[in-house]
């Protein structure tokens, strides 16, 4: 059984950058079956999608993350990693990453990321 684990800084100063790692266990980021997905949920609102990284290495994002955000991979350790640039307080939100198979959804447990000086 695949589990995804989600790690990162739990506070990040406006203006910085932000990585979050996912690491997958029970399962391998290059498997062709699967797209590996960050999607994030800000307090009140719904869940938004961010970014896939698929079996190649190739990344895919929402328009409203495509300028600041980057997804890379190390296949050495089975992780995946968000890097989004300059945030802001609406940045704020519960980060989850998720492996994904058509609409079926294997989910980390999700990190809470604070932007705040």
């Known amino acids: 059984q695949v589990h995804l684990q989600e790690s990162g800084p739990g506070l990040v100063k406006p203006s910085q950058a932000l990585a979050l790692t996912c690491t997958v266990s029970?399962?391998?980021?290059?498997?062709?079956?699967?797209?590996w997905k960050w999607l994030r949920q800000p307090p009140g609102k719904a869940l938004e999608y961010m970014g896939d990284l698929d079996h190649r290495g190739d990344t895919y994002f929402s328009p409203t993350f495509k300028s600041r955000a980057s997804i890379f991979r190390d296949t050495s350790k089975n992780q995946f990693t968000l890097h989004l640039r300059s945030v802001g307080p609406e940045d704020t939100a519960v980060y989850y990453c998720a492996r994904t198979r058509g609409s079926i959804y294997d989910w980390g447990q999700g990190t809470q990321v604070t932007v705040s000086s």
């Open positions: 029970g399962g391998s980021i290059t498997d062709s079956l699967y797209y």
